[in-house]
């Protein structure tokens, strides 16, 4: 992990579309675009752990097993 410091594997042209498609984000500075595309990368890689944890299959994660976590865990409701 320590070797991942300053490296994001999502395309962040990608996340400042996103950040920019919301009417109330003007200007982006690159700090603030690595840190939310940095903070969505880790996000991702979390849910996919916990979820691949109480998978039944812990070789392949499914839709499945991503849905029942987000149904089981009241901070993930937001995904809904």
Known sequence: MADDKGKCDLPLTR??????SSPDVNNINQE???LAAKAT????Q???????EQ???RKMLKYNDLAEIVDNI???????
Do not use: G, N, P, W
């Open 55 to 57: 998978s039944d299959d």
């Open 46 to 52: 979390s849910l996919a752990q916990v979820s691949l």
């Open 32 to 34: 603030a675009l690595f």
């Open 15 to 20: 996340v400042r579309t996103i950040m920019k």
């Open 41 to 44: 990368e880790m996000f991702i």
């Open 74 to 80: 009241d901070t993930l409701q937001f995904l809904q």
